[in-house]
């Protein structure tokens, strides 16, 4: 298989040509910019990391978090390219500096690559995914569509609606979200395959969960195209992934240990056992607290102790995360390599032990599990009532109040109708009309932070 081409990946060209006058700025810098603006990045303060509704200001939230994996993405990018420019790989040639371009792609996709998620995190998805299943699956109209279409809501994922959202439905003064480069987009799509052909079993750790809907389809060829990579994988997506395991195998625990969930005690036994990366985080956590071997943590604070051993972890897991893209750089140009750079780097019994601890002592407490259930019957009883809106929304113009639905449907998002009005009218019968009726839900239902959904919810409910 040919490899893919720096020059092909790092495509400037944008959907729509711009219509502002460049600038100081490199395309991929200004990319970077139109997200830092967004709204949609802005809602990512009050939707769930972990711990959903938390009072806690020093916990998580979906936007601290992708500022950390974009910055953790970007210092992965530095890394890779300082060998990547030594190895001849990438040049410098002109006014044109492939690293900096990486390091500017790198950073936007960790900030947006959460853009996508319900509210309540994961539990969000999960509770889409669940009342297509109950109130959908093995009933027309829902059953006369295709098994992508069907598959698109069934296994309804963040990832497919983040495409979806800046591509689409961030209106600013066109149809074209927030018209981000080719480039950009590529390097975005974190998993490559359509819904209908998604395993959580595929060796190819980019098949596992679907990469973008339907509706998206002429979209992801375009980008494709452009860059030139096919169905494969950009190689800059690697980073990003390796930034977003590395920064939430950490800083869930630091969260714990912050909530009074865990001690560091708890964790630093976990700990201690022979593998070198565990052995050199722990080394460094003690350097950095300015401690000798001999010296005991015990008289500091627990989240003093979870903070520097969270800036070792992350040093650590980044420097083997960027040996395993050398090493396996070929087999990643080539679109041969199929797993994930943390899974197949010397840090891989580091980042698994902190998962594992995430697992069994942090994701499944009293209090979070609770919250999850209450943001699942949230999303549940909110698509149920808006449904009924949705079905009768018109094709042209605003819904008329008269009747019940048409007071529900005037609650949605005027920027949502847009889009979906304009899918209808502009539809080629590719896509039916009740397929882009249920996206329209699930746009808005998207759209929405934990806090507003449970507001919304509670004066439609009175519960």
């Not at 992965?76 to 792609?105: N, P, V, Y």
């Not at 149920?384 to 109040?401: A, H, I, N, S, Y």
């Amino acid at each position: 298989m040919s490899q893919m081409s720096w020059e092909k990946l790092l495509c400037k060209v944008r959907r729509r040509p711009s219509r502002n006058p460049g600038d100081h700025r490199d395309e991929f810098e200004r990319d970077y910019d139109r997200c830092i603006f967004s709204t949609p990045l802005k809602r990512l303060q009050d939707k769930t990391q972990v711990f959903p509704l938390d009072p806690c200001d020093s916990v998580r939230t979906r936007l601290t978090h992708s500022l950390e994996v974009a910055s953790v993405a970007r210092g992965l990018a530095t890394k890779a390219c300082k060998w990547l420019l030594s190895q001849g790989k990438i040049d410098r040639a002109g006014d044109r500096f492939m690293d900096r371009e990486i390091e500017a792609i790198a950073s936007t996709c960790g900030l947006i690559h959460d853009l996508g998620n319900p509210p309540f995190g994961h539990a969000g998805e999960r509770a889409v995914q669940y009342w297509f299943a109950t109130r959908c699956a093995g009933k027309t109209p829902f059953s006369d569509l295709s098994d992508q279409q069907q598959q698109d809501f069934l296994k309804f994922e963040g990832n497919a609606q983040t495409l979806r959202l800046v591509t689409r439905l961030q209106i600013l003064s066109d149809f074209y979200g927030l018209n981000l480069t080719l480039g950009t987009l590529s390097a975005a799509c974190k998993y490559t395959a359509a819904s209908d052909v998604a395993d959580g079993n595929a060796p190819d750790h980019a098949m596992i969960k679907p990469g973008h809907f339907a509706s998206e389809g002429t979209i992801i060829a375009e980008i494709r195209r452009g860059v030139g990579s096919g169905d494969r994988r950009n190689p800059i997506t690697f980073l990003v992934e390796a930034a977003d395991d590395i920064v939430y195998s950490v800083a869930d625990i630091e969260d714990a240990i912050k909530k009074d969930i865990l001690r560091w005690s708890d964790v630093e036994a976990r700990l201690d056992h022979d593998d070198p990366a565990t052995k050199s985080s722990l080394q460094w956590m003690r350097r950095f607290l300015d401690l000798d071997k001999a010296a005991s943590v015990n008289h500091l604070p627990s989240d003093a102790c979870a903070s520097a051993f969270r800036t070792a972890a992350i040093f650590a897991m980044s420097e083997a995360s960027i040996m395993t893209f050398s090493g396996r750089y070929d087999e990643i140009m080539s679109g041969e390599y199929s797993n994930e750079l943390v899974v197949d780097s010397s840090a891989s019994k580091l980042a698994e032990v902190l998962k594992s601890i995430g697992s069994e002592r942090v994701y499944c407490t009293h209090p979070t599990l609770k919250l999850e259930i209450m943001g699942r019957k949230v999303i549940v009883d909110l698509m149920d009532l808006f449904w009924e809106g949705v079905q009768d929304f018109p094709v042209k113009g605003k819904p008329k109040t008269k009747k019940f639905p048409g007071k529900i449907a005037a609650l949605l998002s005027s920027n949502y109708a847009q889009v979906f009005q304009k899918s209808l009218q502009e539809s080629d019968g590719s896509l039916p009309d009740i397929y882009l009726r249920y996206q329209f839900l699930t746009d808005y239902i998207c759209g929405m932070t934990d806090t507003f959904a449970k507001r919304l919810h509670s004066e439609l409910t009175n519960v």
